[in-house]
C-alpha cells in the first residue's frame, strides 16, 4: 500500500511540476499606455476581407492597427517622424511580429501618413483614449509556447 502512494505521489509531482505557478493573465505583459517609438509597417491586399484578433473582418480603407499590447477598442495617434503626418487609429488586431516594429496600419492610414511607397516608417504611437476593461471589444487570444 505504500508503494501505492508513493507512486501516486511522484506521478501527481511530475504532473504539477510541468503547470503555471502564476496565473496567465498575471503573467501577460501590460499594455502600454505612454508613448512608443518604432517602426511601422502596413497591412498588404492579401488580408482584406480577413478576420482579425477581435473576431471582425478587415477593411483596408478602415483606420485600424495592430498592436501587441495595446486593448482592443484603444484609440492612438500615430504619427510619421519623417514627414510629422499623423493619424488617429482603433486597435483592432494583435501583431506584428516582426522584429522592430511596433504596429501595423490598415493601408488607408499608411496614405495619410505618407509611408505607402517605402512600406516601413518610424513612427510614434500615442495612445489618446484606452477603454476600460468592461468595454473592450472582440475575443481574448490565448497564446501558447
Known amino acids: 500500500?505504500?508503494?501505492?502512494?508513493?507512486?501516486?505521489?511522484?506521478?501527481?509531482g511530475?504532473?504539477?511540476?510541468?503547470?503555471?505557478?502564476?496565473?496567465?493573465?498575471?503573467?501577460?505583459?501590460?499594455?502600454?499606455?505612454?508613448?512608443?517609438?518604432?517602426?511601422?509597417?502596413?497591412?498588404?491586399?492579401q488580408f482584406n476581407g480577413r478576420r482579425m484578433a477581435?473576431?471582425?473582418?478587415?477593411?483596408?480603407?478602415?483606420n485600424t492597427a495592430a498592436h501587441r499590447t495595446l486593448p482592443f477598442g484603444t484609440k492612438a495617434r500615430v504619427t510619421n517622424l519623417e514627414n510629422g503626418?499623423?493619424?488617429?487609429?482603433?486597435?483592432?488586431?494583435?501583431?506584428?511580429?516582426?522584429?522592430?516594429?511596433?504596429i501595423?496600419?490598415?493601408p488607408h492610414v499608411a496614405e495619410r501618413l505618407g509611408m505607402k511607397e517605402d512600406g516601413v516608417a518610424p513612427v510614434q504611437v500615442q495612445p489618446i483614449q484606452v477603454p476600460a476593461e468592461e468595454e473592450q471589444s472582440?475575443?481574448?487570444?490565448e497564446t501558447r509556447q
Not at 477581435?54 to 478602415?62: I, L, V
Not at 486597435?91 to 516594429?101: E, N, T
Not at 472582440?138 to 487570444?141: E, L
Open 104 to 106: 501595423d496600419v490598415s
Open 54 to 62: 477581435n473576431g471582425e473582418r478587415f477593411d483596408p480603407r478602415s
Open 85 to 102: 503626418r499623423s493619424a488617429v487609429v482603433t486597435v483592432k488586431d494583435r501583431g506584428p511580429y516582426v522584429r522592430g516594429r511596433i
Open 138 to 141: 472582440g475575443r481574448v487570444q
Open 1 to 12: 500500500m505504500r508503494r501505492e502512494l508513493a507512486a501516486l505521489a511522484a506521478m501527481a
Open 14 to 45: 511530475l504532473c504539477l511540476a510541468n503547470c503555471d505557478v502564476v496565473p496567465e493573465a498575471a503573467a501577460a505583459q501590460p499594455p502600454r499606455r505612454h508613448a512608443q517609438e518604432g517602426k511601422a509597417s502596413y497591412y498588404g491586399p
